[in-house]
């Protein structure tokens, strides 16, 4: 099958060539990386929600519920789950729950976990490229699910459209929040299992935090929800939430300033990416004759590491 | 004063313009990196001994009352303190010692710490390029105290000619030794405080572990001194074991061997550093096209970043 033929079947939302381009991504098999730029020039009309919080908030779960309010407005759902101990590595949770809702496995959900491969947190290309073959597939909305520690979560907000942060009550939040800096980049609170001690407590925290930040006229001034993920509290408001920070993005330029910011690090990735492989291909012969060199003196080793990069004094 | 003159004092051993040498290159003033590359040049002939040991293993003292040693034997001293818990920092010890042997100021001597300047632990160019001005000036052998943990420490015994490892009984040294694979790397071990319980022990242990390598017939078997640095227990033995090992380096292919890894390793460092520098200096108007290409899906993020780093693509 020539590229054009992956390319419509994926384009057409076409599952199993989606699993098998992701495979072949994963494996860097040439094609899937040409057959993954191809796809690139079809994306962006997906809307990219982030769920971020520590093991145990209850991100799956909120997942769980929030997934069939948007089902129901025949939204197309993907799902990332870049949090290694989420129960989405199985599958299990939200297989469960929409087959309660559509009697029946629901194709327009299309869940991947990037878990167990190698996973050392934060954002990696994997989770972009993810994200694109979702996109290019047609869903309309793509959660990523991540853990909340630190820089890497940061990251994965700048990624989203809608940046949403779990917390619960008793769990040290606060300081978790000062810490990781999540104050600057949520674009949603979520107190998860308020059915807990210490939800208005957190409230509170929560609220007193966000005050003592000034918001222009004109910026978005991130709301708190209070959810019971199980009974299903609170799960309808977030979904409004959600729509409404989305038709806030879109109404002003605050929308292509973040696909332009995706976009920037993306760029950035790339270019790493592309200079680590630069190195690892350098010729071996042609840097034994260098070390060699300096060895004897004969030249020093900002000269030489010039002549390796600098392609007009010598191609490699 | 130009470059010739300024090379000229250093290789002469002029202390002033060595120190200002060495705040040029942390400044990064053009004229110092122009300077320290026809340094590299003189280089080499000095021999570069490793001190590595936990934080309070007394590497200061055992040095006290090493270089006196080499210095009556009229060898000129470098020591460079990349330990940040070391004395040597305010040079105190250290002066103290050499005030009671010389009567005076040695100024044979030259002691330059880089703990306090944004230490990270391990092996930084500002150690290398301190240990190139200090053989450049004409040192006969160079310390460099560094702390004993983890990867760092080996790329120190990779720089260095001889790289001793300080241990003291009861530190729980021996899990050390295995963790920080300490044990395929150091050409001395020192039991230093053995006035303290379980240095019996810690000898016993070692030897053990020793035993259990094969060596091969002409391979170094690192040897196990024991020391009280304060008393100068065991100090000569420690100083005869240093240049036994340095005629062993001489007298096989030992010492070629190890100056060319250390070229490979400083190449290495320096390829790394200019494609950081030339990240850094990619024209940010063209990132911005470049961005604005890709929020549009003109083009996707590899082959932009090709783009930047191929030069027969886009001259940069």
Redesign the interface.
């Known amino acids: 099958m020539n590229l054009a033929n992956k390319l419509n079947k994926i384009l057409a939302g076409d599952l199993q060539a989606a699993a098998r381009l992701m495979r072949g991504i994963d494996d860097e098999v040439p094609d899937a990386?040409e057959l993954?730029?191809s796809i690139?020039?079809?994306?962006?009309r997906a809307y990219i929600v982030g769920v971020t919080g520590a093991p145990g908030a209850g991100k799956s779960t909120l997942l769980g519920s929030l997934i069939p309010v948007f089902r129901r407005e025949k939204m197309k759902v993907g799902v990332v789950a870049i949090d290694p101990t989420s129960p989405f590595s199985g599958g299990a949770i939200l297989g469960d729950r929409v087959r309660m809702q559509s009697q029946g496995v629901d194709k327009d959900i299309f869940i991947r976990s990037l878990a167990s491969r190698g996973w050392k947190g934060g954002l990696s290309r994997a989770t972009l490229n993810t994200i694109h073959v979702m996109d290019a597939m047609g869903k309309d909305i793509i959660f990523v699910e991540s853990v909340g520690s630190g820089q890497g979560d940061i990251d994965i907000a700048r990624v989203a459209d809608t940046a949403i942060v779990v917390l619960t009550p008793g769990m040290g939040d606060e300081i978790q929040i000062m810490k990781a800096g999540i104050l600057e980049v949520a674009d949603i609170f979520v107190i998860n299992k308020t059915d807990r001690d210490g939800a208005e407590t957190l409230r509170n925290g929560l609220e007193g935090m966000l005050e003592m930040k000034t918001y222009l006229p004109d910026e978005w001034r991130p709301g708190i929800i209070l959810t019971e993920a199980i009974s299903g509290k609170g799960i309808e408001e977030l979904a409004r939430e959600v729509l409404r920070h989305r038709e806030f993005l879109i109404s002003g330029t605050e929308m292509?300033k973040r696909?332009?910011e995706r976009?920037?690090l993306?760029?950035m990735?790339?270019?790493?990416?592309?200079?680590l492989t630069?190195?690892e291909r350098?010729d071996r012969d042609y840097?034994d004759k260098?070390?060699?060199d300096?060895?004897l003196?004969?030249t020093?080793?900002?000269?030489?590491?010039?002549k390796?990069?600098n392609?007009s004094t010598k191609q490699l």
């Open positions: 990386i993954l730029e690139y020039l079809h994306t962006g292509e696909r332009k976009a920037r993306e760029l990735m790339a270019i790493e990416s592309s200079l630069y190195v350098i840097l260098l070390v060699d300096l060895a003196r004969k020093n080793p900002r000269s030489a590491a010039l390796v990069i392609p």
